[in-house]
Nanobody
Framework: QVQLVESGGGLVQAGGSLRLSCAAS????????MGWYRQVPGKQREFVAG???????SYVNSVKGRFTISRENTKNTVFLQMNNLKPEDTAVYYC???????WGQGTQVTVSS
């Protein structure tokens, strides 16, 4: 059974930083393209950042230069470093494969202005 457990969210002021973690079990993250997604109530879940098996990263335009996705295969964990956070980054953040197959509970990120 695959489990993806996100953590690291919280409340931060605009301009601040957070580092999200996604710990996996039942799946080897290094063998999969992995991504971070986010959802605001009433809106569709959107792709934020992804990394393919070779380590190539991609980002939605709104987070380029501010967010960095990384992966530590020995810990079977994916990270999302978020800097210079903006109120519009407020959402529940999820990690998942690309394409997404295993939704977890997510972690809430709230950015105050």
């Amino acid at each position: 059974q695959v489990q993806l457990v996100e953590s690291g969210g919280g409340l931060v002021q605009a301009g601040g930083s957070l580092r999200l973690s996604c710990a996996a079990s039942g799946i080897t993250l290094g063998n999969n393209a992995m991504g971070w997604y986010r959802q605001v109530p009433g809106k569709q879940r959107e792709f934020v950042a992804g990394m393919d098996r070779g380590g190539f990263a991609s980002y939605v335009n709104s987070v380029k230069g501010r967010f960095t996705i990384s992966r530590e295969n020995t810990k079977n964990t994916v990270f999302l470093q978020m800097n210079n956070l903006k109120p519009e980054d407020t959402a529940v953040y999820y990690c998942n494969t690309i394409p997404p197959k295993y939704w977890g509970q997510g972690t809430q990120v709230t950015v105050s202005s």
